[in-house]
């Protein structure tokens, strides 16, 4: 393995902060070894420092891509955690689709626009999409349900978008009845219903940068990413998650995370187990 110095720990650290925001100290030497090994030998460079210049020299940015998929953490599984899924099925959709269907007039689907920010390869998207399916399927209810996901990386969004997974993938987070019901088999992997993968759509997008979707969402899902940040950093993001949430919509947070202290416009409310945050002032208390 070719080893890194601590100037080029140092310049690593900084393109990867600005590429993606995530923050590596100098102790993080043999994380940037051990990931940027096979970009080193696929793009037959001796040192961490020829490329990083060819990194540098990308205009195309296909290297920064790489670099990007090859450093971001992809962790995650249906249903992970749990308690969220249980939280948006048995309290949040229930209360906001009373709320939306007093504001219509007709018989009209409800309309429900929920993100899955820093999505990975799509896991988290569809154990909403099978959440929302299991809660109008037999009823009368209808929904119009658009999940979107996003992540920064293009490789965990191409597996998303496909939604293809291996048994292991599947088998972490389902019982094989459920995923009986929301898999179709193919050799030895499992692909997604095209019922529950019509429900999403994929885009790249850099939680570091603006964003601008039109329209508000009504539950926003942004777990296990802003770890990766500083707190100046996560402050300005959940500022503008803040901005993209409907006034009586939901944000739901990792289970080892927390927004408070951060001085944001949002009001912690528990249900069982997890704690979600609607928009308010700051300071102001919830249900705890
Ligand atoms: C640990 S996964 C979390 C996946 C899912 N939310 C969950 O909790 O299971 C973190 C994801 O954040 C993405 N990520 C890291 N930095 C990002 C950024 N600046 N903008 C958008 N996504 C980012 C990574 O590509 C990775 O897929």
């Known amino acids: 393995m070719i080893p890194i110095n601590t100037d080029e720990i140092k310049v690593w650290s900084s393109l990867i902060y600005n590429l993606c925001g995530i923050c590596l100290d100098e102790t993080k030497g043999y994380l940037l070894e051990s990931r940027l090994g096979n970009l080193l030998n696929e793009t037959n460079s001796q040192t961490f ?38 939280l948006l099925r048995n309290k949040i959709l229930p209360e906001l689709i009373d709320r939306r269907k007093k504001g219509l007039t007709t018989v009209l689907p409800v309309p429900i626009r929920i993100w899955s920010a820093a999505c990975s390869t799509g896991q988290e998207v569809y154990t909403i999409a099978m959440v929302v399916r299991e809660m109008i399927q037999g009823s009368p209810l209808k929904i119009d349900v658009q999940i979107t996901g996003t992540d920064i990386s293009d490789q965990a969004l191409a597996k998303a978008s496909s939604g293809v997974y291996t048994r292991f993938e599947v088998e972490r987070g389902l019982p094989l009845d459920k995923a009986k019901k929301c898999f179709t088999q193919q050799g030895d992997n499992f692909k997604i219903n095209d019922e529950i993968r019509s429900m999403a759509s994929f885009q790249r997008i850099n939680l570091m940068d603006p964003f601008d979707f039109g329209n508000k969402f009504d539950i926003i899902f942004c777990r296990n990413v802003a770890i990766y940040f500083q707190e100046k950093d996560k402050k300005i993001l959940f500022e503008r998650l803040g901005r993209a949430l409907a006034a009586d919509g939901a944000l739901i947070i990792g289970s080892t995370e927390s927004i408070s202290g951060l001085g944001l416009n949002f009001v912690p409310q528990r249900y069982l187990r997890t704690v979600f945050y609607q928009p308010g002032k700051p300071g102001e208390v919830g249900h705890l």
């Open 49 to 86: 420092s020829e490329l990083y210049f060819k990194v540098k020299a990308d205009g195309a940015n296909v290297l920064r891509r790489k670099v990007i998929d090859v450093l971001t953490t992809g962790e995650t599984s249906f249903f992970r955690d749990t308690s969220p899924f249980d």
